[in-house]
């Protein structure tokens, strides 16, 4: 089946560690995506990719760190930079950038740092 | 990109149909009308686009006002799996972000 797998599903951290969640593709999708979503809140962009080895900062982009070294995976680093970093973090990829190709989303990662 | 308007909350009886309103006054010539759902603690799904047609799909029908400034969801016969949050968004195309903003939504509950 093709798709967009997240793991894990819930993890926890202290604070002051950074935590890297993983996000892989079988799309052959060329863009990928790092969104946040808080309680009640609409998504938020952390990072977006247009292809391998290029990557660009989206609205909340501090405290987060990215890598695209293949094109099936974009994992993102959220580090004890980010002020509050407890919250629900989806993965999305897209066909390629210009033409309105729709955005297909990973099951998310919830994670909960105390 | 474009902002848009929805309902904070929706009511539908099951086995009606569920007709979800956006106001996308600001919209230029070149935005997309999306609609995305996200079901409790999932990712969002998509649902269906349009740019100045209607549009059907297997899942919803979208109608967008000749003037483009609003539209409407249709989910023809809703089911219980149909509550959800459902997103408007308005998206332009190259040269715009490539982002989605996403707002608060409309959270639409599906009645037995």
């Known amino acids: 089946d093709g798709g967009i797998t997240q793991s894990p599903k819930y993890l926890f951290r202290k604070e002051g560690q950074n935590v890297t969640l993983s996000c892989e593709q079988n799309?052959?999708?060329?863009?990928m995506y790092w969104y946040r979503q808080d309680p009640g809140q609409g998504l938020r962009l952390i990072y977006y990719?247009?292809?391998?080895?290029?990557?660009q900062k989206g609205d909340i982009a501090e405290g987060y760190s990215v890598s695209r070294e293949k094109k099936e995976s974009f994992p993102l680093t959220v580090t004890s930079a980010q002020k509050n970093p407890t919250a629900f973090y989806l993965c999305?990829?897209?066909?390629?950038?210009?033409?309105?190709?729709?955005?297909?989303f990973g099951p998310g990662t919830r994670l909960t740092v105390t | 990109d474009a902002k848009t308007t929805q309902p904070p909350s929706m009511d539908c009886a099951e086995g009606r149909a569920a007709n979800l309103p956006c106001n996308h006054s600001?919209?230029?010539?070149?935005?997309?009308v999306y609609w995305y759902r996200q079901i409790h603690s999932q990712g969002p799904q998509y649902i269906i686009h349009?740019?100045?047609n209607n549009e059907t799909n297997e899942m919803a029908s979208l109608i967008i006002t000749e003037d483009r400034k609003s539209s409407t969801l249709i989910l023809p016969h809703a089911t219980l799996r149909d509550t959800a949050v459902y997103y408007c968004?308005?998206?332009?195309?190259?040269?715009?972000?490539?982002?989605?903003?996403f707002g608060k939504g409309t959270k639409l509950t599906v009645n037995p």
């Open positions: 349009g740019l100045k």
């Open positions: 968004i308005v998206r332009a195309t190259q040269g715009g972000s490539e982002k989605l903003v």
């Open positions: 999305a990829s897209s066909i390629a950038k210009g033409y309105p190709y729709e955005q297909y």
């Open positions: 990719s247009q292809i391998v080895n290029d990557f």
């Open positions: 799309l052959n999708h060329d863009a």
């Open positions: 600001t919209i230029s010539g070149n935005e997309y």
